[in-house]
Protein backbone atom coordinates (compact mmCIF):
# COMPACT_ATOMS: atom_id res chain seq x y z
CA UNK A 1 0.00 0.00 0.00
CA UNK A 2 1.03 3.25 -1.29
CA UNK A 3 0.92 6.40 1.91
CA UNK A 4 1.12 8.95 -0.55
CA UNK A 5 -1.96 7.85 -2.02
CA UNK A 6 -4.10 9.03 0.76
CA UNK A 7 -3.84 11.93 2.74
CA UNK A 8 -3.11 12.00 6.65
CA UNK A 9 -6.07 13.60 8.85
CA UNK A 10 -5.78 14.99 11.87
CA UNK A 11 -9.01 15.67 13.99
CA UNK A 12 -9.51 16.66 17.22
CA UNK A 13 -12.16 15.20 19.39
CA UNK A 14 -12.91 17.73 22.39
CA UNK A 15 -15.44 16.06 23.84
CA UNK A 16 -17.59 17.56 26.07
CA UNK A 17 -14.53 20.54 27.05
CA UNK A 18 -14.95 24.09 26.12
CA UNK A 19 -17.55 26.89 26.43
CA UNK A 20 -18.26 28.67 23.16
CA UNK A 21 -15.84 31.59 24.39
CA UNK A 22 -12.90 29.04 25.49
CA UNK A 23 -13.10 27.35 22.12
CA UNK A 24 -12.55 31.20 20.43
CA UNK A 25 -9.17 31.04 22.22
CA UNK A 26 -7.91 27.59 21.36
CA UNK A 27 -8.51 28.09 17.68
CA UNK A 28 -7.48 31.55 17.50
CA UNK A 29 -4.36 29.92 19.57
CA UNK A 30 -4.46 27.29 16.49
CA UNK A 31 -5.10 28.42 13.46
CA UNK A 32 -1.23 30.29 13.40
CA UNK A 33 0.13 26.95 14.72
CA UNK A 34 -1.36 24.43 11.77
CA UNK A 35 -1.10 27.16 8.90
CA UNK A 36 0.19 25.51 6.03
CA UNK A 37 0.05 21.97 7.32
CA UNK A 38 0.62 18.70 5.13
CA UNK A 39 -2.51 17.00 6.47
CA UNK A 40 -5.79 17.91 6.61
CA UNK A 41 -6.94 19.31 10.20
CA UNK A 42 -10.17 18.82 11.49
CA UNK A 43 -11.70 20.13 15.30
CA UNK A 44 -14.81 18.08 16.41
CA UNK A 45 -16.53 20.62 19.16
CA UNK A 46 -19.45 20.61 21.17
CA UNK A 47 -22.56 21.31 19.21
CA UNK A 48 -22.99 24.39 21.45
CA UNK A 49 -19.18 25.09 20.53
CA UNK A 50 -19.87 24.45 16.24
CA UNK A 51 -21.30 28.33 15.59
CA UNK A 52 -18.43 29.67 16.86
CA UNK A 53 -16.17 27.58 15.59
CA UNK A 54 -17.19 27.44 11.79
CA UNK A 55 -17.20 31.72 12.39
CA UNK A 56 -13.36 31.56 13.36
CA UNK A 57 -12.03 28.84 11.30
CA UNK A 58 -13.35 30.40 7.85
CA UNK A 59 -10.71 31.17 5.61
CA UNK A 60 -8.33 28.84 7.19
CA UNK A 61 -7.31 25.22 6.52
CA UNK A 62 -9.01 23.57 9.54
CA UNK A 63 -12.52 22.00 9.25
CA UNK A 64 -15.29 21.56 11.94
CA UNK A 65 -16.95 18.30 12.56
CA UNK A 66 -19.60 17.63 15.37
CA UNK A 67 -19.37 14.77 17.45
CA UNK A 68 -22.42 13.09 16.97
CA UNK A 69 -25.49 13.28 14.42
CA UNK A 70 -29.47 11.06 14.64
CA UNK A 71 -29.93 9.24 11.92
CA UNK A 72 -33.55 10.68 11.12
CA UNK A 73 -34.36 14.40 9.58
CA UNK A 74 -36.41 15.55 12.66
CA UNK A 75 -38.88 14.36 14.44
CA UNK A 76 -39.76 13.34 18.06
CA UNK A 77 -35.59 12.92 19.63
CA UNK A 78 -35.37 15.47 22.29
CA UNK A 79 -31.71 16.08 22.76
CA UNK A 80 -30.71 15.15 19.39
CA UNK A 81 -29.05 16.48 16.12
CA UNK A 82 -29.94 15.99 12.87
CA UNK A 83 -27.65 16.01 9.81
CA UNK A 84 -28.79 18.71 8.26
CA UNK A 85 -28.46 20.87 11.16
CA UNK A 86 -25.13 20.55 10.89
CA UNK A 87 -24.71 20.99 7.46
CA UNK A 88 -26.75 24.49 7.36
CA UNK A 89 -24.12 25.58 10.23
CA UNK A 90 -21.17 24.59 8.12
CA UNK A 91 -20.35 21.39 9.66
CA UNK A 92 -18.13 19.32 7.32
CA UNK A 93 -17.48 16.65 9.54
CA UNK A 94 -18.95 14.19 12.09
CA UNK A 95 -17.47 11.48 14.61
CA UNK A 96 -20.08 8.38 14.31
CA UNK A 97 -19.64 5.27 16.37
CA UNK A 98 -17.27 6.98 19.32
CA UNK A 99 -17.27 3.93 22.03
CA UNK A 100 -17.79 7.12 24.79
CA UNK A 101 -21.40 6.73 22.60
CA UNK A 102 -21.40 3.14 22.12
CA UNK A 103 -20.67 2.23 25.94
CA UNK A 104 -22.83 5.22 27.49
CA UNK A 105 -25.57 6.02 25.15
CA UNK A 106 -26.48 2.56 23.98
CA UNK A 107 -25.03 3.45 20.62
CA UNK A 108 -25.40 -0.31 18.36
CA UNK A 109 -23.36 -1.25 14.99
CA UNK A 110 -27.08 -0.72 13.26
CA UNK A 111 -27.23 2.36 14.93
CA UNK A 112 -23.63 3.63 14.30
CA UNK A 113 -24.93 2.36 9.80
CA UNK A 114 -27.95 4.37 10.13
CA UNK A 115 -26.47 7.49 11.28
CA UNK A 116 -22.98 7.15 9.21
CA UNK A 117 -25.71 6.81 5.82
CA UNK A 118 -27.60 9.90 6.91
CA UNK A 119 -24.65 11.84 7.47
CA UNK A 120 -23.38 11.03 3.87
CA UNK A 121 -26.82 11.79 2.61
CA UNK A 122 -26.81 14.78 3.89
CA UNK A 123 -23.26 15.79 2.77
CA UNK A 124 -20.80 15.08 5.79
CA UNK A 125 -17.82 13.66 6.04
CA UNK A 126 -17.68 11.12 8.32
CA UNK A 127 -15.07 9.64 11.22
CA UNK A 128 -16.07 6.21 11.96
CA UNK A 129 -14.73 4.70 14.89
CA UNK A 130 -14.28 0.82 15.68
CA UNK A 131 -11.91 -0.38 18.38
CA UNK A 132 -12.43 -3.25 21.40
CA UNK A 133 -12.73 -3.26 24.83
CA UNK A 134 -9.65 -4.45 27.13
CA UNK A 135 -11.60 -7.48 27.98
CA UNK A 136 -11.85 -8.62 23.75
CA UNK A 137 -8.33 -7.60 23.85
CA UNK A 138 -6.90 -10.08 26.02
CA UNK A 139 -9.44 -12.48 24.73
CA UNK A 140 -7.58 -12.15 21.29
CA UNK A 141 -10.73 -11.36 19.09
CA UNK A 142 -9.90 -7.66 18.25
CA UNK A 143 -9.12 -8.29 14.14
CA UNK A 144 -12.76 -10.22 14.13
CA UNK A 145 -14.61 -7.63 16.53
CA UNK A 146 -13.01 -4.63 14.25
CA UNK A 147 -13.72 -6.39 10.80
CA UNK A 148 -17.37 -7.02 12.11
CA UNK A 149 -17.85 -3.13 13.11
CA UNK A 150 -16.77 -1.91 9.77
CA UNK A 151 -18.93 -4.78 7.99
CA UNK A 152 -22.18 -3.91 9.82
CA UNK A 153 -20.98 0.11 9.86
CA UNK A 154 -20.44 0.65 5.68
CA UNK A 155 -23.62 -2.00 4.85
CA UNK A 156 -25.98 -0.14 2.17
CA UNK A 157 -22.75 2.82 1.72
CA UNK A 158 -21.50 2.70 -1.95
CA UNK A 159 -17.90 3.11 -2.94
CA UNK A 160 -18.29 6.33 -4.20
CA UNK A 161 -19.71 7.17 -0.72
CA UNK A 162 -17.02 5.64 0.97
CA UNK A 163 -14.60 8.31 -0.53
CA UNK A 164 -16.27 10.49 2.40
CA UNK A 165 -15.91 7.74 5.22
CA UNK A 166 -12.81 7.89 7.44
CA UNK A 167 -12.20 5.14 10.15
CA UNK A 168 -10.83 5.54 13.41
CA UNK A 169 -9.21 2.62 15.21
CA UNK A 170 -9.72 3.84 18.70
CA UNK A 171 -8.84 0.51 21.63
CA UNK A 172 -11.21 1.12 24.17
CA UNK A 173 -8.63 0.84 26.77
CA UNK A 174 -6.66 3.13 25.10
CA UNK A 175 -9.02 6.25 25.38
CA UNK A 176 -8.40 8.42 28.40
CA UNK A 177 -6.26 5.37 30.41
CA UNK A 178 -2.77 6.98 29.35
CA UNK A 179 -2.57 3.78 27.93
CA UNK A 180 -1.38 3.54 24.20
CA UNK A 181 -1.69 0.62 21.85
CA UNK A 182 2.45 -0.39 20.42
CA UNK A 183 3.10 0.98 17.22
CA UNK A 184 2.95 -2.22 15.73
CA UNK A 185 -0.56 -3.15 17.49
CA UNK A 186 -1.93 0.30 15.89
CA UNK A 187 -0.50 -0.81 12.63
CA UNK A 188 -1.61 -4.74 12.63
CA UNK A 189 -5.10 -3.68 12.93
CA UNK A 190 -5.52 -0.74 10.93
CA UNK A 191 -4.26 -3.39 8.53
CA UNK A 192 -6.70 -5.36 9.05
CA UNK A 193 -9.53 -2.75 8.44
CA UNK A 194 -7.60 -1.94 5.13
CA UNK A 195 -8.35 -5.79 4.42
CA UNK A 196 -11.48 -5.49 4.95
CA UNK A 197 -12.14 -2.01 2.78
CA UNK A 198 -10.18 -4.11 0.13
CA UNK A 199 -12.86 -6.97 0.41
CA UNK A 200 -16.36 -5.05 0.68
CA UNK A 201 -14.88 -2.63 -2.51
CA UNK A 202 -11.78 -3.21 -4.14
CA UNK A 203 -7.90 -2.97 -3.72
CA UNK A 204 -7.57 0.57 -4.85
CA UNK A 205 -10.25 1.93 -2.93
CA UNK A 206 -8.39 0.60 0.03
CA UNK A 207 -5.50 2.30 -1.01
CA UNK A 208 -7.04 5.50 -1.09
CA UNK A 209 -8.99 5.02 2.21
CA UNK A 210 -7.58 6.60 5.21
CA UNK A 211 -7.72 5.22 8.46
CA UNK A 212 -6.68 6.82 11.78
CA UNK A 213 -5.45 5.52 15.23
CA UNK A 214 -7.56 6.80 18.19
CA UNK A 215 -6.22 5.94 21.14
CA UNK A 216 -3.96 8.63 23.61
CA UNK A 217 -2.15 9.67 20.88
CA UNK A 218 0.07 12.46 21.70
CA UNK A 219 3.28 14.89 20.62
CA UNK A 220 5.31 12.20 22.31
CA UNK A 221 3.96 9.54 20.45
CA UNK A 222 2.63 10.86 17.16
CA UNK A 223 5.89 10.41 15.35
CA UNK A 224 6.09 6.77 15.86
CA UNK A 225 2.77 5.74 15.36
CA UNK A 226 2.18 7.75 11.99
CA UNK A 227 5.46 6.34 10.62
CA UNK A 228 3.31 2.97 10.31
CA UNK A 229 2.11 2.21 6.54
CA UNK A 230 -1.38 1.87 7.66
CA UNK A 231 -1.66 4.72 9.82
CA UNK A 232 -2.69 7.71 8.28
CA UNK A 233 -3.68 10.12 10.93
CA UNK A 234 -5.10 10.62 14.44
CA UNK A 235 -8.39 11.19 16.39
CA UNK A 236 -6.78 13.28 19.37
CA UNK A 237 -8.74 13.48 22.43
CA UNK A 238 -6.75 15.12 25.26
CA UNK A 239 -3.88 16.52 23.28
CA UNK A 240 -6.08 18.29 21.27
CA UNK A 241 -7.48 20.67 23.73
CA UNK A 242 -3.84 22.35 23.82
CA UNK A 243 -2.58 23.81 20.84
CA UNK A 244 0.95 23.44 21.22
CA UNK A 245 -0.20 19.63 21.44
CA UNK A 246 -2.06 19.24 18.63
CA UNK A 247 0.22 21.81 16.57
CA UNK A 248 2.99 19.39 16.84
CA UNK A 249 0.69 16.25 16.07
CA UNK A 250 0.04 18.17 12.97
CA UNK A 251 3.33 18.84 11.85
CA UNK A 252 4.48 14.97 12.55
CA UNK A 253 1.50 14.14 10.13
CA UNK A 254 2.63 16.65 7.63
CA UNK A 255 6.39 15.00 6.97
Known amino acids: MNKAKRKAVIAGNWKMNKTAAEAAELISALIPEVAGA ?6 CTPFTDLPIAV ?11 AQNVHFEKSGAFTGEI ?3 MLTELGVQYVIIGHSE ?17 AALAAGLKVILC ?3 SLEQHQHGVTAELVAMQTKIALGGVSAEELKNVIIAYEPI ?7 TATAEQAEE ?36 LLAQPDVDGGLIGGASLK ?13
Not at 55 to 65: E, H, Q, Y
Not at 173 to 179: E, M, S, V
Not at 210 to 224: R, V, W
Not at 243 to 255: E, G, L, Q, T
Open 55 to 65: SKTAGTNIAVG
Open 101 to 117: RRQYFGETDITVNKRLK
Open 189 to 224: VCAVIRRVIASLYSEADAEAFTIQYGGSMNAKNADE
Open 173 to 179: WAIGTGL
Open 38 to 43: GCDVVV
Open 82 to 84: SAD
Open 243 to 255: APDFAAIVRAASK
Open 130 to 132: VGE
